[in-house]
């Protein structure tokens, strides 16, 4: 056994090198800055700054999605910047295992405000370690990652400003190698948060909470002492979570009955109501509001308030000084004290909503109509959907239309966190992973990078990280209606934004011309560094619907063999399978077509030509289907007065 003199923070550090933790990402935010620079002394972990706490749980996401251990840490306010993924990594849990370190700071002694993480955590249904001194730091932080990987589900160490300044001797360990499971998360229904899929992962949080509740591992971190005067019922007891536990232990033990709450989310409901159970009152001591004392008055037990000021700054026995003589009774007998439960969280069942709903369609005659989501035809995206495809390469997907690149036909998107965590968690994989740089890449929409993925690709420039990323492009937020949210850069302008980021190897290449896709990826493979290919293409919410268009395709019957492939490749609905006049199979393209001429590229009877270029005889038709008219109109789009004759004609033609 050894021990050492050691601040909180330091000691919170110790005790996630112990855990065998691979990877640390931060911000630094006072007062938790110091577990990251500690890590300085300590072998065998990779340590990143990022531009931003989302960026930071994004990155420590990614290395707990490939089945190793991570650590991110932040201040209470970071918490704030990293919620759109923290809440979201509650539904799509960890492989490996992932604790977030939050730095509350009462007092304000170096923040704008004195916030609770705990009520963030609550909301986010996610367990929460309250350490009480610096060996509890240790011993807490380590703990953490046993329950984040046996649970799985991310777990939050909440410190205070007191215990992270604080030090004092601990006994520190040996450090534990975590052997790390590899590869990439899955499956989809776990990792993709799509509609269908997100109650079965709400049902799968509450659940893994219920079983934390009633846990050995949540059971160790309750700490009951009693005064030496042994009573059936004592008058008072306190009940303490985090750094106050310290300072009440000190100065009231042996007087008052004492409970430590180490977990304050879940909460251990029947360790708190057989304390209670031998006291007629209930004071709790905690730090920035009255959130543990609120939950505990929740299950019918009368909590007394020492001060409603109590929750603005640090904690104080002085505060304490007046029990039993000026405390002032909550008003709450009304509220019923409920049993002992054995298991005080109930496990959640299956809804049988759903099956009674398609049970009273199905008597009234009805068939509730099957309609997964698809792309419109003639999307932009679904050129490099394709090509992923049959590359097999595991996509890290994002927020957008392209997260239906997760679904049939294409199948080339595989997990997706919250808006821009593509990036950060590309990184996190690549940290835990270097030597699979080749079998993973990012994908993210314009609208989505602008919105909040700048700061990770910052970050990825400035660590040095490696990956390959995809901007698609369609110039505007499609899924909701094409709304104008960012900037619509031209080729130059990506080029001139991407040199500004620090990105020297990029390109910008068309979004529907497959080999050029194909050519820029086998390229980029070659290139060292973080690089960025955008694919720039036009949203057909941005066109008018039912506006005439020249560069609609059509079909050459008789070099066309019904095989099907364009439909299954590019799943666009403008395509359906009839009957020709003799019987036969026929593909025909409907008026949904806007010409993107993709299909025209994945038919290998080069079947499938432009209508204004059709001439009804069949030799001639065969060799214009061998032109490559999607680079054509390319052409024609990119030069002005081509596109105005293109235009006239146009309308001549309908």
């Not at 269908?196 to 009633?214: S, W």
């Not at 409970?259 to 708190?272: H, T, W």
């Not at 509730?368 to 490099?384: D, K, T």
């Not at 996190?428 to 990770?456: K, M």
Request: proline share 5%; with cysteine.
């Amino acid at each position: 056994m050894t021990t050492k003199q050691m601040s909180g923070c330091e000691a919170a550090a110790q005790g996630a090198w112990e855990a065998g933790v691979s990877v640390v990402s931060s911000y630094p935010g006072s007062p938790v800055t110091s577990i990251v620079d500690a890590f300085a002394k300590l072998e065998d972990v990779k340590v990143t700054w990022a531009t931003n706490e989302k960026v930071a749980l994004e990155i420590a996401a990614g290395v707990a999605y490939s089945g190793a251990r991570a650590l991110s840490v932040m201040k209470h306010v970071g918490m704030n910047v990293a919620a759109d993924a923290l809440f979201n990594l509650a539904y799509t849990g960890v492989r490996g295992a992932l604790v977030i370190i939050v730095g509350d700071d009462p007092g304000a002694t170096c923040s704008q405000n004195e916030q609770d993480s705990r009520m963030l955590a609550y909301a986010a249904n996610l367990p929460v370690l309250e350490p009480s001194d610096c060996q509890d730091a240790l011993a807490f932080t380590r703990m953490a990652f046993d329950i984040s990987e046996r649970y799985d589900i991310p777990v939050i160490v909440r410190m205070t400003t007191q215990l992270c300044y604080g030090s004092q001797k601990v006994v520190v360990s040996e450090r534990n190698e975590h052997i790390m499971e590899g590869g990439f998360a899955g499956p989809v229904e776990k990792f993709l948060l799509l509609p269908n899929f997100v109650p079965n992962r709400h049902r799968a949080l509450i659940n893994a909470n219920a079983r934390i509740a009633i846990g050995s591992e949540i059971a160790s971190l309750y700490e009951e002492h009693w005064p030496e005067h042994r009573a059936e019922r004592y008058p008072m007891g306190l009940i303490c979570a985090g750094a106050t536990f310290a300072a009440v232990r000190e100065h009231f033990e042996g007087q008052l009955p004492i409970l430590r709450v180490g977990c304050s989310n879940p909460l251990a409901e029947n360790r708190i109501l057989a304390f209670a159970e031998r006291c007629e009152e209930i004071v709790v001591t905690e730090e920035c509001s009255h959130f543990l004392a609120d939950r505990i008055r929740a299950l019918g037990i009368k909590v007394r308030s020492y001060g409603e000021m109590t929750q603005v700054g640090a904690f104080s026995v002085a505060s304490l000084a007046s029990v039993g003589l000026q405390l002032s009774v909550r008003q709450n007998s009304h509220v019923p004290r409920r049993p002992i439960s054995k298991f005080p969280i109930a496990l959640v069942a299956e809804s049988q909503a759903v099956p009674a709903l398609s049970a009273a369609f199905e008597t009234g005659g009805l068939t509730p109509p099957n309609r997964p989501p698809g792309f419109c035809a003639g999307c932009s995206h679904v050129g490099i959907f394709d090509v992923l495809r049959d590359r097999k390469l595991y996509v890290v997907g994002d927020i957008g239309c392209y997260t239906l690149g997760g679904a049939k036909p294409f199948g080339a998107l595989h997990s997706n966190l919250c808006m821009a965590a593509s990036i950060g968690v590309l990184q996190g994989y690549l940290l835990a992973q270097p030597d699979r740089e080749a079998e993973v890449l990012a994908v993210i929409g314009d609208s989505t990078f602008f919105h909040s993925g700048i700061p990770s690709l910052i970050t990825a420039v400035t660590q040095g990280h490696r990956g390959t990323l995809l901007i698609l492009d369609n110039a505007g937020t499609a899924m909701t209606g094409f709304q104008q949210t960012a900037l619509n850069l031209s080729n130059e302008r990506w080029r001139d934004l991407l040199m500004a980021l620090g990105v020297t190897n990029f390109e910008v290449i068309p979004a529907l011309d497959i080999g050029i896709i194909n050519k820029t990826l086998d390229d980029m493979q070659q290139r060292e560094g973080f690089k960025v290919i955008v694919l720039k293409g036009e949203c057909v919410q941005s066109r008018p619907r039912k506006g005439p268009t020249s560069y609609r395709y059509t079909i050459i019957e008789d070099a066309c063999t019904a095989c099907g492939i364009c439909a299954q490749r590019t799943n666009c609905p403008s395509f359906s399978l009839t009957e020709s006049l003799s019987g036969a199979p026929k593909m025909q393209i409907g008026n949904e077509c806007i010409g993107c001429g993709l299909c025209s590229q994945t038919c290998p009877e080069n079947a499938i030509i432009p209508r204004t270029v059709k001439t009804g005889f069949t030799p001639v038709d065969k060799v214009l289907g061998r032109v490559r008219w999607h680079r054509i109109i390319e052409f024609i789009h990119s030069r002005p007065a081509l596109r105005r004759l293109a235009s006239r004609f146009e309308r001549e033609l309908f």
